[in-house]
């Protein structure tokens, strides 16, 4: 199971107004940990007004470039992008967890691919990653990048694009596609749009023999890319797809007012066994058992906190507490005793439940 | 750029996601269903058929068996480590169930799974000898080669390319069963083939699960499935019924 790890932030650069790249450094020898495939990304966590908020940002670093990056765009209303871009800085330090994510394809130095990049504002990110590894591992291969922004101010990492242009001289192209800003060409202008697309593999991209097309954007972007690809031969397995920013739900949730959460009566004693190791605790009712558990160092295992996912199941042994909601478990897994400890809340003053039954 | 999209239209427009961190809860319920259910049944099928590999007729028949039972615990290790990224404890995970564990052959369980775990229900029953075990394996092994094709179309795109990348193994299973059954039947065991089949053939027909429209409508909207249940059901009838009457084993549902 992925465990949160400590990193240092080593430095925080601005890229655009809202935009800033993070360099991290693994601590406490999790380096190893925090070795990256292109196109990765790191979950990060951190507790906004006592709420936890998981927050994943790509890696825009080369595999070969020796520091871990991730770019994080600022998203209206969002609490980590906000904090990340206003009051992060040198020195502090973050949790995520080790890389994951299937954003890439395996390299091979002797193959000359030609790769074709869809990004869609801060989607550049995982796409930069692809393209420096890219193009440095595979010396036969080029890349072609179609870049969406809505001006030219909006457009991260802008010149080390120019950089790469000339670094890779022949192997790398970028079209960059304007929303507002008026451009030479007018088919460079607008948004990028399945009709766009195909425009654009008429003259300007040789979508014949594209071999891998990677696409990071918005949703509407995402679909009519890839239908344009479709329609231009290119199938599934041709296609790698990662679907982030306009995605995730950024604001934090406001505690509720927790002034009546000690007062006496609403208290219940609750046992938790996670691990083969028990711990007793004194916490509110008006407190999920995984709360419960998580508040106190214990490392229940979670993912979805909606009741809908069974990963943070556990088991009544004594006690009663009353689930909000059950999407996951059977009846008969009820009937057993089986709670899921995100929507469980004690009922009786004592409460014995173990995560590893 | 700045229009919005729910994520629920965009996966019913073809849409892939590609990371657990925005899947909607209510999907990520039914896929983490769907990987559970792929692990569980391949480590389940996996045990089981360890059990008769010392039985099997010869060298070659024994590394064949031997080579199923690796390829298909490799195949459920490929899924739970996606199942990892949604934060299962994969290490737990492995040891929680005894995957051989099997019940009465003559049980009744129907589509029911077990309290324990998400196999498909087929998994719950045993294998009686050699020449049963490759009879279920080639009746699951068509059907499982179906069931796959179905579920690389699936929307959560790091699963699609695990099930695109396990599909010619679980084919090659299939086909390492039919070699299998071919030589059985040159050594005219052609009675208890013929029980074997007449065995297996409802359990795995099971596995396809109900007709419920409702629930592959929702589903479907989620990009997680595509074709329904009886098409693919009848689809693995006409395969098998194709397969067994090149053996002289008929197909009598």
């Known amino acids: ?357 | 750029m700045a229009e919005d999209m729910s994520i629920e239209s965009y996966l019913a427009q073809g849409g892939k996601l590609s990371n657990p961190a925005n899947v909607p809860p209510r999907y990520r319920a039914e896929l983490l269903k769907l990987m559970t259910s792929f692990v569980d049944s391949a480590l389940a099928g996996a045990a089981g058929f360890a059990d008769v590999i010392n039985e099997g007729p010869g060298i070659k028949a024994r590394i064949a068996a031997a080579k199923i039972v690796l390829e298909k615990s490799d195949n459920a290790y490929q899924v739970l480590r996606l199942l990892g990224e949604f934060g299962a404890d994969t290490r737990r995970y492995e040891t929680r169930h005894p995957w051989a564990a099997r019940l009465e052959r003559s049980a009744d369980i129907g589509q029911r799974r077990s309290s324990q775990d998400m196999r498909l229900a087929v998994f719950n029953y045993p294998l009686k000898d050699w020449s049963d075990a490759v009879v279920m394996n080639l009746l699951m092994g068509r059907a499982v080669t179906l069931q796959l094709t179905e579920y690389s179309q699936v929307s959560y795109q790091p699963l699609a390319e695990v099930f695109r990348a396990i599909a010619p193994i679980e084919t090659h299973h299939a086909e390492l069963a039919e070699e299998g059954l071919a030589q059985l039947v040159e050594q005219c065991e052609k009675d208890a083939l013929q029980a074997s089949v007449d065995y297996w053939l409802p359990r795995v027909a099971a596995s396809f699960g109900t007709g419920d429209s409702a629930k592959f409508e929702a589903l479907k909207a989620f990009g997680l499935r595509q074709t329904p249940n009886e098409d693919l059901r009848a689809h693995w009838q006409a395969v098998a019924a194709e397969t067994l009457g090149k053996h002289g084993l008929s197909l009598n549902l």
Request: contains cysteine; glycine residues 8%.
């Open chain 1, 1 to 357: 199971m992925a465990r949160f790890h400590e990193l240092e932030v080593t430095d925080v650069r601005k890229t655009i107004r809202d935009a800033v790249v993070v360099t991290l450094k693994p601590v406490n020898g999790a380096a190893a940990e925090f070795e990256f495939t292109q196109g990765q990304y790191l979950t990060f966590r951190r507790d906004f007004d006592g709420e936890e908020l998981r927050r994943s940002y790509s890696i825009c670093a080369g595999k070969d470039e020796g520091v871990l990056q991730v770019g994080i765009k600022r998203v209206d209303g969002g609490a980590f992008s906000t904090w990340a871009n206003a009051d992060l800085k040198t020195g502090d330090r973050l949790e995520a967890m080790p890389p994951m994510g299937s954003f890439f394809t395996p390299l091979d130095a002797g193959s000359g691919k030609n790769y074709l990049g869809f990004a869609g504002g801060s989607g550049i990110t995982p796409v930069l990653s692809i393209l420096k590894t890219t193009l440095a591992a595979e010396p036969e291969s080029s890349f072609t990048l179609v870049y969406a922004n809505k001006g030219v101010n909006t457009i991260m990492f802008r010149e080390e694009l120019e950089d790469l242009k000339n670094l890779y001289m022949g192997r790398f192209n970028v079209i960059h596609i304007l929303e507002s800003d008026a451009q030479e060409i007018d088919l460079f202008t607008g948004l990028v749009t399945e009709e766009k697309c195909a425009q654009l593999f008429e003259h300007w991209i040789d979508i014949e023999s594209t071999d891998t097309a990677f696409i990071c954007g918005p949703e509407p972007m995402m679909l009519g890319i890839a239908s344009a690809l479709r329609n231009a031969g290119l199938d599934d397995a041709q296609i790698k797809f990662e679907l982030f920013a306009s995605a995730q739900p950024g604001r934090a949730k406001r505690k509720a007012s927790s002034a009546e959460d000690s007062r006496a009566g609403n208290q219940a004693q609750m046992a938790i066994t996670l691990d083969g190791a028990t711990q007793t605790l004194e916490v509110s009712k008006d407190m999920t058992v995984l709360d419960a558990a998580l508040g106190n160092a214990m490392d229940a295992p979670y993912a979805c906190k909606a009741g809908v996912c069974s990963t943070c199941r556990c088991r009544v042994l004594e006690g009663e507490v009353e689930m909000v909601a059950n999407h996951a478990l059977e009846d008969y897994e009820v009937e057993k005793g089986y709670v899921l400890s995100c929507q469980a809340y004690p009922v009786t003053d004592n409460v014995v439940v173990d995560y590893d039954q």
